[in-house]
């Protein structure tokens, strides 16, 4: 029986895309920042741990300057939520100007080759709007996975949105997704992937700011069985209304060493280029869970503030 929590969790997402998608864009964006800024003044524990989380991005940061990043990170974090609930009322136009991603070639030429192309993120930016521009610009479908959120219907929203803009979506549980990913690699598709935090409890080990943390081996092995390129992607904000974001050269399978070895050394690759974009804009990396193994518990624990 779906609980009082869980249809009161997926009433809140339904209004959001029902009314604010209807909003100016002006008082859309005033209403993301007054958001942001109340969530962050009551200091919960997505705010607390987005602040610690920044202090490993930033590590010579005093309290004031932390508290100023989470400030920001939250700004940040509304307004992708404040752009996801209208994407799907923005124009094509809209859509396709909204974007603007350095090193795009390295993306283009992927395409136009037919091997297979892996994009893979951390969680910055809006990288719906990043995906609904590959597949309205660059005229590109791609195939993605997205984790199985509570309640079941909230999942289902999801997925209804992300296949509205042009995505094929596949659940994180039940085993099958690797091998449909693998297809369409093979068939010469595009697969995009959120990458830097493992759901699985069994990733790759890599350093990450100066720690240990663990992330997906999904991206390394798939580029290696498929014979995919492999590109990493970090997004960011200005002031403007556009989304910035760059596409880093491609992560190379190395020439020598068992599958392990060789997925551990491209998902650090993956780690590396993640940090860098992660240290020009860290803002806009919207990190409200646990990530370092410093810092996890010895046993799983329900996400806080998940981001799906």
Not at 81 to 98: D, I, K
Not at 224 to 247: E, F, K
């Amino acid at each position: 029986m779906t609980s009082l929590r869980d249809r009161l969790v997926d009433g809140a997402y339904a209004l959001g895309w029902s009314a604010v998608k209807t909003l100016p864009e002006p008082v859309a964006v005033r209403l993301g920042r007054t958001v942001a800024d109340l969530a962050w003044r009551r200091r919960g524990k997505g705010v607390l741990r987005l602040e610690s989380n920044y202090a490993r991005v930033v590590p010579d940061a005093g309290p004031e300057r932390l508290r100023e990043l989470s400030r920001a990170g939250m700004r940040s974090y509304l307004r992708y939520w404040m752009e996801s609930f209208r994407l799907p009322a923005w124009s094509r136009e809209r859509v396709r100007t909204g974007f603007d991603p350095r090193d795009a070639h390295y993306l283009r030429d992927g395409i136009a080759s037919d091997r297979g192309v892996i994009l893979a993120l951390p969680h910055m930016g809006n990288w719906d709007l990043a995906g609904a521009w590959v597949t309205t610009e660059l005229e590109t479908p791609f195939t993605t996975v997205a984790e199985r959120l509570k309640p079941e219907s909230l999942y289902d929203r999801f997925v209804a949105y992300r296949e509205g803009l042009g995505m094929e979506v596949l659940p994180h549980s039940g085993g099958t997704a690797f091998g449909t990913l693998a297809r369409r690699l093979r068939d010469g598709g595009l697969v995009c992937l959120v990458a830097e935090r493992d759901l699985s409890a069994s990733g790759v080990e890599v350093k990450f700011f100066g720690e240990a943390t663990r992330m997906p081996a999904g991206p390394a092995l798939l580029a290696q069985q498929t014979g995919a390129l492999l590109l990493p992607v970090t997004l960011w904000y200005d002031d403007s209304p556009v989304m910035r974001g760059r596409v880093h050269p491609p992560v190379e399978v190395p020439e020598t060493g068992t599958r392990a070895e060789k997925t551990s050394v491209m998902t650090q690759a993956l780690a590396d280029a993640f940090a860098t974009g992660i240290s020009d804009h860290p803002e806009d990396w919207h990190m409200l869970q646990r990530l370092w193994l410093a810092d996890l518990e010895p046993r799983p624990e329900p996400s806080d503030g998940e981001r799906p």
